[in-house]
């Protein structure tokens, strides 16, 4: 149950007329009656004799009485409140009950308040109704609307209750506008998967993923294909911006345009050069273990998405063990991985990554105030993946997207901890959304990678050797690694640790050290990419290793002091 206090209005007739009529786009049906103040209030969706006049005058009596030095400019309230969409279809009786419930827990009138002001519910949908109220009592002060909106979501999660509907989260007005009913029925014409609205935030927050000044942003948003209008002052200094689809046009044939603003509170020009203006952290080799060695310039998918591997596991420390502002800044940046990856992905996992990014949205923005520059790790694995191009899904940028979903699994699963803990249930919720796709895109991804490695530890011999190994280093969850079905591609990793010169009992030590594994569906697979990153193994276990990496434990400790040195 979604109410939505609208913005106040000064003609009574006007938004009776708008309530009444066919709608916009045709879509209001059978507009009538389901309370009202009065019980002998006229309908004039169901009276032939009841006119829009009649219920303007009846509504406007206490304004009317007032001297004209006192009355209101501004007196029209107006509320609409929408049932979820898997929510049965309500009858007139309930919907009328709620619309008293809702003016009540609005300050607008009352229970028992025989003062109040005057109210009408109008429905003419199945979903939703809209209710209109004068705000001029019967003895002529003013209503007490203190915080309206809080009060009419409070009172909304009461009516999920008791009627038995979906219950929603109580939002803390971070949220993106939501389309309105006019923008739903004129998608649903056009048989568009989205509103525009939707797929103008989709496409705007893609084309801000990374970006590093100004004109790479509009230059995106061009190369994406809508119409782009900048917004100057009189100086010429850019303030904002404006976009719009190009078969998305008003009656008049005019392209609809949407400021940033009114796609998401983090989409507006100041907002998204926050991203770039702050001061970037130093991102040289801090927090790079001495057992993993520096990687290389970015060249291709697959290194773009090694790179974003690391960063998202430094940024899942912070976290867990930064301050609020490091956290929120991490898990806006994590957003834009998101995007980068779901816009880069092969066309097998595409789908899954795509619906992960859209419901991570919700999740990227709450209250807390994000400290830029501490996330310009995670930025800068959203450039790397969007300017190394899309990845084959297959080989070794293949696996490597797996790698990168399983880490990712783990970062949107702590955000959603976070936002737990700071008692965010709409970003919580969005988070555990995301995380379900990034599940499914992580199966899909993983499929011949983890089948490679699974015929190849099915060795007997191997799996003893690797099984003492694994009861060495990690002696409380041996027994359930071993009784996976992922076992044999760990114990194939294990050997190939141990091929590259590396000792396998440290490595699991440092895979495990950080972070909790009780998340994760299969604990092998986990161990698997976490030691094939470490290690610097190739994700493809049908490849060998780079020519240009170091092999041996001496090697890559003389690569990462050298590299530090530079």
Not at 141 to 163: F, G, V
Not at 245 to 258: M, Q, R, T
Request: aromatic letters at 4%.
């Amino acid at each position: 149950m979604i109410p939505r206090v609208h913005k106040m209005g000064t003609r009574t007739i006007g938004l009776i007329r708008y309530l009444y009529g066919p709608g916009t786009h045709e879509e209001h049906t059978d507009p009538h009656l389901v309370a009202a103040w009065d019980s002998l209030v006229p309908d004039p969706g169901r009276n032939p004799k009841a006119t829009y006049a009649d219920l303007q005058r009846l509504l406007d009596q206490p304004v009317e009485a007032l001297p004209k030095s006192r009355r209101p400019t501004e007196h029209v309230w107006h509320l609409s409140v929408r049932a979820a969409p898997e929510d049965p279809v309500l009858s007139d009786e309930q919907w009328g009950d709620i619309a008293r419930r809702m003016v009540a827990a609005t300050g607008i009138a009352p229970e028992g308040d025989t003062a109040a002001c005057r109210w009408a519910a109008v429905r003419h949908a199945d979903d939703h109704i809209h209710i209109v109220a004068t705000t001029v009592r019967e003895d002529g002060r003013q209503p007490r609307r203190h915080n309206e909106a809080k009060r009419s979501q409070a009172e909304a999660r009461l009516i999920e209750t008791d009627y038995g509907l979906r219950r929603l989260n109580t939002g803390d007005r971070t949220a993106a506008q939501r389309p309105t009913s006019a923008e739903r029925h004129k998608a649903g014409r056009f048989q568009r998967e989205r509103t525009p609205r939707e797929e103008l935030r989709k496409t705007v927050r893609h084309a801000a993923a990374g970006v590093q000044s100004e004109e790479e942003f509009f230059g995106r948003l061009t190369h994406a294909g809508l119409l782009v209008k900048r917004r100057l002052a009189p100086s010429g200094d850019l303030l904002g911006y404006t976009v719009a689809l190009p078969d998305d046009c008003n009656k008049n044939g005019e392209p609809v345009f949407y400021s940033g603003s009114k796609l998401a509170p983090d989409l507006s020009l100041p907002r998204i050069r926050e991203r770039w203006t702050q001061p970037a952290e130093p991102s040289s080799d801090e927090g790079v273990s001495p057992e993993q060695p520096v990687l290389p310039p970015v060249t291709g998918p697959a290194y773009a998405r090694r790179r974003a591997t690391a960063a998202t596991w430094q940024s899942l420390l912070l976290i867990d063990h930064g301050d609020d502002g490091t956290a929120a800044a991490q898990i806006a940046a994590a957003g834009e991985v998101l995007d980068a990856l779901a816009d880069t992905s092969a066309a097998h996992t595409r789908r899954e990554l795509r619906n992960a990014a859209f419901a991570f949205e919700r999740a990227s923005r709450s209250h807390v105030r994000a400290v830029r520059g501490h996330d310009h790790a995670l930025r800068q694995a959203a450039y790397d993946l969007v300017h190394s191009g899309p990845a084959l899904g297959r080989g070794e940028d293949g696996a490597t997207t797996a790698m990168l979903i399983d880490t990712a699994f783990f970062l949107v699963t702590a955000a959603a901890k976070w936002h737990a803990r700071k008692h965010h249930a709409q970003q919580a919720e969005a988070a555990h959304q995301a995380a379900e796709h990034l599940r499914a895109a992580y199966e899909i991804a993983a499929a011949q990678p983890m089948s490679v490695l699974h015929q190849r530890g099915r060795s007997l011999p191997l799996q003893r050797r690797q099984a003492a190994v694994l009861r060495q280093a990690l002696p409380e969850i041996a027994e359930q690694v071993l009784a996976e079905p992922g076992w044999p591609a760990l114990a194939a990793t294990l050997a190939d640790t141990q091929a590259a010169g590396h000792n396998p009992a440290h490595l699991l030590a440092e895979a495990t050290r950080h972070r909790e594994l009780d998340s994760a569906t299969s604990v092998s697979d986990v161990l698997v990419w976490r030691l094939r990153r470490l290690a610097y193994l190739p994700a493809d276990p049908a490849a060998s290793l780079p020519r240009h990496m170091p092999t041996t434990q001496p090697a890559l400790k003389a690569a990462n002091s050298a590299a530090r040195r530079r």
